[in-house]
């Protein structure tokens, strides 16, 4: 009996691939045969990268070990392996339409590129010491969403900007615990006791 969950999938025009909970990665062209491989640690992220055709010719592959597998399209093909020795990989990101290189964060907040255009083929270029939950680049500077904050970085790991969306939250959350104390005094000088519907009414900016 086959118990083997889908845990991330990727559509693309030509039809789409399923990476399984024990490591299987399947594709599933609209016409023709599927396609399995099988790769050591259950995938975490998944890319697909056009080729000269225009079409998807590869995808890149994160897994929870700190891996990243680059496998060819539609024959399943490895074409490189990258161990970052990190933790599990949260994002990738093509470095543009033309280059064999991408970007790769982790649950630890290291950003690596990789590629055969890299130096060694691998390199970390900093680390933002909180998980990595998107990411996304132009030539001049990385973007990286970790949680409700965004950065952004230039290519050196220069912070250029923070915006911490958590501060509009706690914002919030002041107003609420100040509209609760205030509606708890009117209550205590009324000498009634406070309404819970009353309480836990939303706060209107």
């Known amino acids: 009996m086959n118990n083997r969950v889908v845990i991330r999938s990727l559509v693309l025009p030509e039809g789409y691939i399923a990476a399984m909970d024990d490591g299987m990665i399947s594709w599933r062209p609209s016409e023709g045969n ?9 995938v975490t992220t998944l890319l697909a990268v056009g080729g000269p055709s225009g079409k998807c010719e590869s995808i890149w592959c994160g897994d929870s070990q700190g891996n990243v597998t ?19 990989i949260r994002a990738i990101c093509a470095v543009s ?9 982790t649950s630890n907040g290291e950003i690596w590129t990789l ?28 973007t990286i ?18 915006h911490d969306q958590n501060q509009i939250f706690n914002k919030k959350q002041s107003k609420r615990d100040n ?15 406070p309404e819970a519907r009353l309480l836990d009414m939303p706060l209107i900016a």
């Open 34 to 42: 599927r396609r399995n491989t099988r790769l050591p640690y259950p």
């Open 70 to 88: 680059h496998v060819s399209i539609p024959m399943l093909k490895v074409l490189d392996k990258y161990s970052l020795n990190s933790s599990s």
């Open 145 to 162: 969403q970790s949680g409700w904050s965004r950065y952004v970085f230039d290519w050196t790991g220069e912070e250029i900007e923070h």
């Open 179 to 193: 509209r609760r104390a205030k509606l708890l005094k009117v209550q205590y000088e009324k000498g009634a006791l």
């Open 115 to 142: 590629g055969k255009e890299v130096p060694g083929s691998q390199i970390l270029l900093f680390s933002l010491n909180k998980a990595v939950t998107s990411i996304r680049c132009n030539e001049s500077n990385i």
């Open 97 to 105: 339409t033309t280059s064999d290189k991408v970007l790769v964060g």
